[in-house]
């Protein structure tokens, strides 16, 4: 670049405020990440979709949680089973075990 560019001032003030907000992306991501919700509890499926499934607890409250690719077909509506899934926040839960409730 010449010298008298009037532009390479205006592109190089860009570059620090970009690098300037960086670190606080990278910290905002590190929180985000670590910012994870297990949660675990028998639960009645409501219903079944081939990505999601709706559970409701024992207190009445629905969840809708993401599931595995190929497992709706072995979970049946109306029956209770203990589940266990993971939640952050911006993401719908995804669900990490479940088993049929001994009754």
Same mark, same amino acid.
Not at 3 to 28: A, C, G, H, Q, T
Not at 56 to 64: I, K
Not at 70 to 75: N, Q, S
Not at 92 to 99: D, G
């Given at each position: 670049?010449?010298? @008298? @560019?009037? +532009? ?6 860009? /570059? $620090? ?31 079944? @979709?081939? $990505? =999601? ?6 207190? !009445? ?7 595995? &690719? !190929?497992?709706? &077909?072995?979970? /049946?509506?109306? =029956?209770? +089973?203990?589940?266990? +899934?993971?939640? $952050?926040? !911006?993401? &719908? ?11």
């Amino acid at each position: 670049m010449a010298l @008298d @560019d009037p +532009y390479s001032e205006v592109i190089d003030m860009n /570059n $620090r405020k970009i690098f300037s907000f960086l670190p606080l992306i990278i910290f905002l991501f590190i929180i985000w990440y670590l910012l994870m919700a297990s949660t675990s509890a028998v639960v009645n499926v409501v219903s079944v @979709d081939k $990505r =999601e499934i709706v559970v409701q607890n024992m207190s !009445g409250d629905q969840t809708t949680v993401t599931i595995p &690719k !190929g497992i709706f &077909k072995l979970i /049946n509506i109306n =029956e209770e +089973y203990f589940v266990s +899934y993971n939640s $952050r926040i !911006g993401q &719908k839960p995804f669900l990490t075990s479940i088993e049929p409730s001994a009754k």
